[in-house]
């Protein structure tokens, strides 16, 4: 069976925690989004490269940690992720 490049359901939401977000410049805020929207309008599963955000998570926490202890909020309108 060949591997095939993994498939998202095309979200275009952009949710990062909100530290980060409040730090962020407008644009890097509007490169972000813009990127999360075309890689969900053609379906793909993560955002390009060059829209990867440094930072964001601290320093020797865990990916658990990140996800489950973060305030993770949308990156365009403000609002919680999951909302």
Sequence with gaps: ?????????????????????????????????????????????????GSFVKGARKKGATLRDWFQKENWINVATGEPCGK
């Design 1 to 49: 069976m060949a591997a095939s490049k993994i498939k998202g359901g095309g979200t275009k939401k952009a949710c990062l925690p909100a530290a980060k977000v409040r730090s962020m410049s407008a644009a890097e805020k509007k490169k972000v989004i813009n990127a999360k929207k075309y890689a969900g309008s053609k379906g793909d599963y993560k955002r390009s490269e």
